[in-house]
């Protein structure tokens, strides 16, 4: 299976970007979907992510109310949909894939495959 992150750039802060995560080889709607970061010299943490229903949605709680994540299921696609963004959501950010039980889906061990990662910068 094949994750392709992208979407990422530099923004002003306030200002809006959308991530998308591609998969190839698997279905989205099989396996749990999560976004993680990792700042420079920081440790990835998680950040949304979707229940493999969809039925479901979950957030870190820095970016709870500004971030949304979503499925097309017809594209086979997740979106990370980040909005009123700060410099400290400047990192590098990865999609991933878990067919791991519920109460997982906030722990990046659990993610068998990720994709290669997409920048983001908010300048100040």
């Known amino acids: 299976v094949q994750l392709q992150a992208s979407g990422g750039g530099l923004v002003q802060a306030g200002g809006s970007l959308r991530l998308s995560c591609a998969a190839s080889?698997?279905?989205?709607?099989?396996?749990?979907t999560g976004w993680f970061r990792q700042a420079p010299g920081k440790e990835r943490e998680f950040v949304a992510a979707?229940?493999?229903?969809?039925?479901?949605?979950y957030y870190a709680d820095s970016v709870k109310g500004r971030f949304t994540i979503s499925r097309d299921n017809a594209q086979n696609t997740v979106y990370l949909q980040m909005n009123s963004l700060k410099p400290e959501d400047t990192a590098v950010y990865y999609c991933?894939?878990?067919?791991?039980?519920?109460?997982?889906?906030?722990?990046?061990?659990?993610?068998?495959?990720w994709g290669q990662g997409t920048l983001v910068t908010v300048s100040s």
């Open positions: 979707l229940k493999r229903s969809a039925s479901n949605t």
């Open positions: 080889g698997r279905s989205f709607r099989d396996y749990n």
């Open positions: 991933a894939i878990s067919s791991g039980i519920l109460s997982t889906i906030r722990n990046s061990d659990v993610y068998a495959y």
